[in-house]
């Protein structure tokens, strides 16, 4: 694929991240879902052209949506975890099963604990959240995004062989043109 269509994909695909993360900002309900969604399409992007762009899309993302986001609650969720997971968990899935998951699970768990961290102290979110259930509340929120992370996971091994799928489609039909 030539360089110009590629720019032009990534270009596209860069805004529609950024316009998914600005919907958070009218529905606070999708705060944690389309951080994910926009990671997919990074991953996307790698399987069209390959890691360097999908890069690109990724921090270009990131800045924008830390920069013109109201919600910086899910502009820290999709930098700090979701926006890079998906081009580094093929890497991390080549080491052996029980290293692979202690890593992503390490991964996953600084990430979330320093998105709380960094929401309530250093960007003003409200910490009201954090004590609903007592001195249990952080524990049980984190035991719920392992879980949330587990399911996140397996799904994108398996439906990774679709978005692979679409990439080589999507590639096939840029290339015609």
């Known amino acids: 694929m030539k360089k110009a269509k590629i720019t032009a994909v990534c270009g596209m695909m ?3 991240s950024v316009v998914l993360m600005f919907i958070t900002t009218f529905v606070p309900v999708l705060v944690y879902v389309l951080p994910i969604v926009t990671g997919l399409i990074v991953f996307f992007i790698s399987e ?3 890691k360097k762009w999908a890069v690109g899309v990724f921090f270009s993302t990131a800045f924008l949506s830390l ?3 109201t919600d910086k609650e899910a502009a820290l969720t999709y930098t700090l975890f979701f926006g890079y997971y998906p081009l ?3 890497t991390i899935e080549k080491l052996p ?3 692979s998951w202690l890593i992503k699970f390490l991964m996953f768990n600084i990430a979330a604990v ?3 961290f960094l929401g309530v102290w250093l960007l003003g979110v409200s910490g009201e959240e954090y004590n609903e259930f007592g001195e249990f509340t952080v524990p049980i929120l984190l035991a719920l995004a392992n879980v949330t992370f587990i399911l996140y996971d397996v799904a994108l091994s398996k439906n990774g062989n679709l978005l692979k799928l679409l990439a080589l489609k999507v590639q096939k039909s840029i290339n015609k043109r």
Do not use: H
């Open 88 to 90: 580094l968990k093929e």
């Open 14 to 16: 860069a805004a529609l």
């Open 97 to 99: 099963k029980v290293l």
């Open 67 to 69: 920069v013109l986001l």
């Open 48 to 50: 069209l052209a390959d």
């Open 114 to 116: 320093s998105i709380g």
